[in-house]
């Protein structure tokens, strides 16, 4: 069974950053692409990032881009994401995810989130 645990988030000031992290168990981490997906109060869920299986593809969404890195450890399983130069619209619960298809669906396994909120 496909088990994704994030950890990371909290208050932060904007202009703050924030390490998430997502632990990974059920399956061959390190054969998939990964990414993380948000979901901000009333809204989508919006996806974020992602990055590919051999870790030598990563791609943003274009509100993210600069601001934000995705990196992986395959030797324990474990999927990051960086934030930087937060924004009071960044806040959001986040979302890792094992994508189906392509690495920036929005559909496939995804853990229970961890809650990033920024205040100005």
């Known amino acids: 069974i496909v088990r994704l645990v994030e950890s990371g988030g909290g208050l932060v000031q904007a202009g703050g950053s924030l390490k998430l992290s997502c632990v990974a168990s059920?399956?061959?981490?390190?054969?998939?692409?990964m990414s993380w997906l948000r979901q901000a109060p009333g809204k989508g869920l919006e996806w974020v990032s992602g990055?590919?299986?051999?870790?030598?593809?990563?791609s943003y969404a274009d509100s993210v881009k600069g601001r934000f890195t995705i990196s992986r450890d395959n030797a324990t399983n474990t999927l990051y994401l960086q934030l930087t130069s937060l924004k009071t619209e960044d806040t959001a619960m986040y979302y890792c995810?094992?994508?189906?298809?392509?690495?920036?669906?929005?559909?496939?396994?995804r853990g229970r989130g961890t809650q990033v909120t920024v205040s100005s």
């Open positions: 990055i590919s299986a051999n870790d030598d593809k990563t």
């Open positions: 995810s094992q994508p189906v298809g392509s690495v920036s669906s929005t559909i496939g396994a």
């Open positions: 059920g399956f061959r981490f390190r054969e998939y692409d």
